[in-house]
């Protein structure tokens, strides 16, 4: 596993692909840092964390992307599947390897936080609280994305799928909430990604959501692993 994860993680930065996706979160984030914060002198940053979860869902799909499909492309994925490292090995590295880099984008929030200091000094507790619930939102939008990606050989599609995947998942309890169905808006609410993260944002650290996170992340990368050993069988 350490060694996928080792040549995962320089391959983001061998490509754009790593670049693109630090550039275009530290682009967006410090937009909304301005805007929500140092413009009006506030040193709160729930509104910048609320803000990010719109961002994740169109710019994970780039981060993850090419972690599964880029192998069956090339056709190497036959040559990773009879190495030493087991399946469940594989993509473990190559989802900590997205997770690392994810995490390099995501630290700028905490100098943000020192940079509000000027102001007054933030409430670290909760900035400490929003920056994991970002972290575990993240974890499994990376497991979602390497399973779409495990799905197909092709990174836009790859792409395209994740991004239509973690809209629903994310913005399920709004969908619903234009349905005639009340018992559909209460179950969209307890599956909801952003209303499990939102609880972050407002301060609330529900061990639920935690578990609720984790779990998302381990089901998709369980999925994975049962796709890739399909693949291999057949």
Known sequence: ????????LKSYFISPIGYVFLAAFYAYAGLMFYVTGLSEGKT????LFSSLVIVLVVIVPILTMRTMAEERRSKTDQCLLTSPVSIGGIVAGKFLAAFVVYLAAISITIIMALISCIYAAPDWSVVLGNFIGLALIGASYIAIGVFCSSCTESQPVSAVLSFGVLLC???????????????????????????RYYSFTYGLFDISNVLFFISAAFVFLFLTVRIVEKRRRS
């Open 44 to 47: 709160r940053m729930d509104m």
């Open 169 to 195: 998942v994310t913005f399920i309890s709004s969908i619903a909430s234009q349905l005639p169905f009340e018992f559909l808006t209460k179950l969209a609410d307890k599956v909801s990604f952003a209303e």
């Open 1 to 8: 596993m350490t060694a996928v994860f080792k040549r995962e």
